[in-house]
């Protein structure tokens, strides 16, 4: 008899954004008329076509596979060199990273889920409230929780919640943890760390011997030069940080797939018979054996976002996203909704009406409005009263979100 892995029954309905899905067809069957207006502010997806330097090193790598003199097959598990390299000279100079602690992958949802192979049970998690799902539900997959309370709260788990009066950004806790997910500028309310927000985060890390899994896929939406980009521009966050990053937002990548890990040498973990035992030799391992790779093509595509064509293009599309997020803050703060997020970030998180709670709000604006908005309690029972706006669209779109959120808040 096969069993299953249990853990999967402990987890609640559906993934957030298939449930998101699910209920936009729903309305969209049951309504064929309004169907053609709706737009889709829900999961945070890029609209815009690829950077032409992306383009054209794609094309290029398509034709170098199309001949048997440059053609290749499986590259190094951890990435090609020329990309690893341009990741630390572009993205991390002066940070005292090296090539070979960066490993490319397909996307962070899978890295921040698979990272999980390499650490042991009965680690204390921290998780912020309200969080990206990923985080929650594949610890409830490892088996790192116990079930469900009614608010959707996994038993085992320490959350640590981010609300208006704090910013967003969870504080350190008094009781230690082993793990600590945190994800700057942040998804899903926009918030952004301080430097010594952060100092303070490196600082419990190392005296708590605990790893910071550092979620940093939107970095390249930070404007404010004194906003961290990178957990690694804390002093001794080499010896107690992970960090996370993608190239589906700033380049464009959701549909292309391509992202890499940072996991420094000097960072080590317990054997818990008193050893210590280098995780970027964990991960090394773990990557070989279970991943063959990013393909050719995108690898090459992903290196041509750090060309000088490739950073200008990229600007311009971090330009207009956030754009569209100053656009959505001031149609959402002239209707007189408490607003955060979308200045350093892609996403708008904003408060709900008086009297209505996320979801309400999530089927207002999809029935009254034709606008996909993603409700706040999806990310957590903290985000509850609060929806979220993505700011990931054309600009004709966002200013007839605009139009039409103003439209139904003020009725
Ligand atoms: C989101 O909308 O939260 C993100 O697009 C999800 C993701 O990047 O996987």
Redesign the pocket.
């Given at each position: 008899m096969a069993t299953i892995n249990t853990n999967f029954l402990k987890l609640k309905a559906g993934y957030l954004?298939p449930e998101i899905a699910r209920r936009v067809k729903a309305y969209s069957d049951a309504h064929p008329g309004a169907a053609p207006r709706i737009i889709r502010c829900?999961?945070?997806?890029v609209t815009e076509a690829l950077p032409q330097a992306v383009v054209e090193a794609m094309h290029e790598g398509v034709d170098e596979m199309a001949c048997r003199n440059t053609f290749k097959g499986y590259g190094p598990e951890q990435g090609y060199e020329f990309l690893r390299q341009a990741i630390v000279d572009h993205q991390f100079a002066d940070l005292g990273i090296a090539a070979d602690e960066v490993f490319v992958s397909d996307g962070?949802?899978c890295d921040t889920g698979n990272i999980l192979d390499i650490f042991g049970k009965g680690n204390v998690i921290a998780i912020t409230d309200p969080v990206?799902p990923?985080y929650v539900d594949t610890n409830v997959m490892a088996g790192n929780t116990g079930e469900a309370d009614a608010n959707g709260a996994y038993g085992g788990l320490l959350y640590l919640p981010c609300t208006a009066a704090n910013g967003f950004v969870a504080e350190v806790p008094h009781q230690r943890a082993d793990l600590i997910y945190l994800c700057f500028p942040n998804?899903?309310t926009g918030a952004v760390a301080t430097r010594a927000q952060l100092e303070a985060w490196v600082a419990y890390a190392r005296a708590n011997d605990s790893i910071i899994l550092f979620d940093a896929?939107y970095e390249a939406f930070v404007r404010d030069p004194a906003v961290p980009r990178s957990i690694f521009e804390i002093e001794g966050a080499r010896e107690c940080a992970i960090e996370f990053r993608s190239f589906?937002k700033n380049g464009g990548f959701?549909g292309v797939r391509c992202a890499y890990v940072v996991i420094p040498k000097s960072l080590t973990g317990s054997d818990g018979q008193g050893g210590r035992v280098s995780l970027h030799q964990l991960w090394s391992r773990r990557h070989s054996t279970k991943f063959n790779g990013a393909s050719y093509p995108v690898q090459k595509a992903a290196a041509a976002v750090f060309s000088p064509e490739g950073k200008a293009q990229v600007a311009a599309l971090v330009e207009h996203y956030m754009g569209n997020a100053k656009l959505l803050r001031e149609a959402v703060a002239a209707v007189g909704l408490p607003v955060f997020g979308g200045v350093n970030a892609p996403y708008v998180w904003v408060g709900c009406p008086a009297g209505l709670s996320s979801w309400d709000m999530f089927d207002k604006m999809l029935q009254e409005a034709q606008v996909v908005i993603?409700p706040g309690s999806g990310f957590g029972s903290a985000g509850e009263g609060y929806f979220r706006i993505?700011a990931f669209n054309s600009r004709a779109n966002v200013e007839e979100v605009c139009r039409r959120l103003t439209a139904l808040v003020s009725a």
């Open positions: 954004f829900g999961i945070g997806d962070s949802k990206y990923v998804n899903p896929a589906s959701t993603t993505s």
